[in-house]
């Protein structure tokens, strides 16, 4: 019984470890081999210092999304208005005395009176400019008479000489078909060499029509105002155009001023009025081609002319200068806002004071007439312009 107790005894009692000594002093740990208690949660190693990862930036939670609004024909029953403003027109115009045919300058905003088909428009701004000029010197060069092409050529080295640095010009000739020698450019020996080259011309036919038409197409892409210097004889012999469309094309043009110069005066002055039925037809025809010529200018505030002598061509391009480089330009709102397209006709006059025509006198109070020059209307843009 007493050997049972003792073998249980030895059973129950701890035998040293491996390598351990076999004493009665408790084994020293070292310091450095002591882990510390690992914090709750955090990572727990065996050995080797604890990794603790980088923080990551927080993110904000996105907005929340806005409620949707119910979707209901008039909010709040409110009344909207769809206000459209209306065009502003541009109006070149130029005030000469008829006598000498110079420029009036100095002329105040209040007396300038516009009228849109018979209705008084508010004139916004009125201001005078000098500025070069860009334009298409279109020239008649057709194998039919010799005389012709002389003034052709002679009128076209005036305009030539009264040109200034910064004036872009194009020459264009037509014949039975339109030529362009050179396109805009303020280089004179281009134009020159442009001029010098119309020696031998080819088709003896005339389409004023087609080329006018032409060359209204070419400007109306170029921003700004725009001159076409027209010089031929006004008549018209294979056009695909009449009258009237070539009228519809120089009303439908903006921002285009023609200036007409017609040849063959000198030769009418010769050979017309002799009677008989050539001679009536012929002098019918001049007649009616210098109407023509007249009819381009006067719709879009140019001048017209008829030079009889050489000698005359100085003082003609000196007027259609001074009417290019000094002018009035008006601006207004008109009160017809429709956008129908229509031809909106319009008359500028020159009032005093008191709403009456403005009277001119000279240095010795004498009264001097004068003319006011402007284009008779526009065409008002349609919706989808």
């Known amino acids: 019984m007493k050997f049972r107790y003792l073998l249980l005894l030895a059973a129950l009692s701890p035998l040293p470890q491996a390598g351990q000594a076999q004493t009665s002093t408790p084994a020293t740990v070292p310091a450095q081999q002591q882990q510390p208690a690992p914090d709750e949660g955090g990572p727990q190693t065996d050995n080797g210092p604890v990794v603790i990862k980088k923080k990551k930036d927080a993110q904000e939670p996105p907005p929340p999304a806005a409620p949707a609004e119910e979707k209901i024909k008039n909010p709040n029953g409110a009344n909207y208005n769809l206000r459209v403003d209306n065009p502003l027109v541009s109006l070149d115009v130029s005030v000469q005395l008829d006598k000498t045919k110079q420029f009036v300058p100095g002329l105040r905003p209040a007396q300038f009176l516009v009228l849109e088909d018979g209705v008084e428009q508010k004139v916004d701004t009125v201001r005078m400019t000098q500025t070069p000029i860009t334009a298409v010197m279109l020239l008649e060069f057709a194998a ?11 009128a076209s080295y005036s305009f030539f000489r009264s040109l200034r640095p910064d004036d872009y010009i194009a020459v264009v000739t037509f014949d039975l078909k339109t030529h362009i020698l050179n396109d805009f450019t303020n280089n004179k020996d281009i134009l020159g060499q442009a001029l010098q080259s119309l020696t031998i011309p080819g088709f003896s036919d005339t389409n004023t029509f087609d080329a006018l038409y032409e060359t209204l197409d070419r400007v109306s892409r170029i921003e700004g105002r725009k001159y076409i210097i027209l010089i031929g ?9 009449t009258l009237d469309k070539i009228l519809a ?8 001023t023609i200036f007409t110069i017609g040849t063959g005066a000198f030769q009418n002055e010769l050979y017309g009025g002799r009677g008989g039925i050539g001679g009536s037809i012929r002098d019918m025809n001049y007649l009616q081609a210098q109407n023509q010529l007249k009819t381009f200018a006067s719709m879009t505030g140019g001048l017209s002319f008829s030079p009889i002598f ?76």
């Open 144 to 154: 039919n008479n010799w005389g012709y092409i002389q003034d052709m050529r002679n």
């Open 233 to 241: 004889s006004g008549r018209d012999t294979f056009s695909k155009l």
């Open 249 to 256: 094309k120089v009303k439908a043009t903006p921002n285009v």
């Open 310 to 385: 050489q000698g005359e061509l100085p003082d003609v391009f000196a007027q259609i200068n001074d009417s290019i480089r000094n002018q009035y330009v008006l601006t207004y709102r008109p009160t017809n806002t429709k956008p129908d397209g229509t031809y909106r006709k319009i008359k500028v006059l020159l009032v005093d004071n008191e709403g009456h025509p403005l009277k001119m006198v000279d240095e010795k109070g004498k009264s001097v007439k004068y003319s006011i020059i402007a284009r008779d209307g526009y065409k008002a843009k349609l919706p989808v312009e």
